[in-house]
């Protein structure tokens, strides 16, 4: 999924593409109906969003509510505060929400970040599982093997192959639980098990004592990653709404932006480097002498300001990328940006290449920035 996605971005971005090269759909309320067929890679941002059509690709989904219950024959990567997948996806799944729910089947992985996770009777996982979030509950089937990290863990379903848990609260197996493999697992308790639950001879505990899940990464393995994945999210999100708050508030601004980097690209980064490098510099100088205090002062909080400024303008610029490349617009808009900032998001994960090309592109936004402000101060002067 990560290669797929950083091809994608490379194609829209830097190299001509063809207009169908991708199906971006923004609004408060999107909606895909049941006969509608997607044949590439879909992006979807909206208040609510429902696909309950065939999508032929990727789906990339950000929303308030997603419901996928239409077939999706690639990956899906969402990320929100209610998630339901709920029919078939014949790649990964990659989820980041507040509450999750799988209903349908899932030919490849399953990764899910989440308070509070349900995978429904009925729902099958071919492939590996890995499971963090607060109160999960798997009465499902998981054919490969499995992770569940949280605070209380109820299993349910059939479990394929090595399950692995822990749970800073309790651990759980049903009347349905059916364990194929190895089952270890740590809480501070040993498991309720159900009389009619079927988990086999081959199985080991760790008791977790209350100083390990107070200060032990093993207790609060599951909270850390239940938090960072909240954090995740709220970093998503808050950039998604900062984009489309700063194309609103300052329409032409953000084109004067966006315009002096298409003008000359590698200008604007040499300028951000020379600014993301000097201005620090300087506000050392200044902060030699007492006086110089106080104006050193300043002048960090100016350029924080200016560094917030432009995470969120490179996926602004990120936004007005795509369109130029894909629907040969040459505009900036409260969609396109916030598109821009998804997609900047998702590239920003990628290890190495992702941040190198996340990095250049705030650059570009810092130096863009920088010459806008100056030519403002000139002209007010």
């Keep these: 999924m990560k290669k797929i996605l950083l091809a994608l971005f490379v194609l829209f971005v830097f190299i001509p593409a063809p207009a169908s090269a991708a199906d971006i759909r923004l609004g408060e309320n999107v909606f895909l109906s049941a006969n509608e067929y ?16 065939t999508l032929a690709r ?17 990956d899906v990567l969402a990320a929100g505060g209610t998630i339901d997948v709920l029919d078939r996806v014949s790649g990964d799944v990659r989820v980041l929400g507040g509450q999750v729910t799988v209903a349908g089947s899932v030919n490849g992985d399953l990764i899910i970040v989440g ?20 109160q999960l509950t798997v009465d499902g089937t998981i054919n490969g093997a499995t992770r569940l990290y949280g605070g209380d863990v109820t299993v349910n379903g059939l479990m394929g192959s090595m399950i692995s848990i822990r749970a800073g609260n309790a651990v759980s197996f049903g009347d349905k639980a059916v364990i194929g493999s190895p ?25 977790l004592d209350i100083p390990t899940r107070s200060l032990g990464p093993t207790g609060l393995a599951a909270v850390l990653a239940a938090v960072a994945g909240v954090i995740v999210i709220t970093k998503l999100l808050s950039g998604i709404v900062a984009a489309i708050a700063l194309v609103l508030v300052f329409p032409k601004f953000s084109i004067m932006v966006t315009d002096s980097v298409f003008q000359n690209f590698w200008k604007s980064v040499g300028v951000g480097f020379v600014l993301f490098i000097v201005i620090p510099a300087v506000i050392v100088v200044f902060a030699i002498t007492i006086i110089g205090l106080l104006v050193a ?17 490179a996926g602004i610029l990120t936004g007005s990328l795509i369109a130029r490349r894909l629907k040969k617009e040459n505009t900036v808009s409260w969609k396109w ?20 090309i996340a990095f250049v592109l705030f650059l570009a936004a810092l130096g863009a920035l920088g010459f806008e402000i100056y030519k403002q101060v000139l002209n007010g002067a």
């Design 38 to 53: 997607v044949a590439d890679n879909m992006y979807v941002s909206g208040g609510q969003v429902t696909l309950s059509g």
């Design 58 to 74: 990727d789906a990339a989904v950000v929303g308030g509510r997603v419901i996928i219950n239409g077939i999706v024959l690639g």
């Design 115 to 134: 308070g509070n996770v349900h995978l429904l009777p009925g729902s099958v996982v071919s492939g590996d599982a890995i499971i963090v979030g607060g």
């Design 183 to 207: 089952l270890v697992y740590s809480s501070p308790h040993e498991a309720l098990i159900s009389e009619k639950a079927q988990l086999g001879s081959d199985i080991t505990f760790h008791e």
């Design 297 to 313: 002062f300043a002048v960090g909080i100016a350029y924080a300001f200016l560094l917030i400024a432009s995470g969120i303008y």
């Design 337 to 356: 940006a916030a598109l821009g900032a998804f997609v900047l998001f998702v590239i920003s994960l990628l290890p190495f290449v992702g941040w190198v």
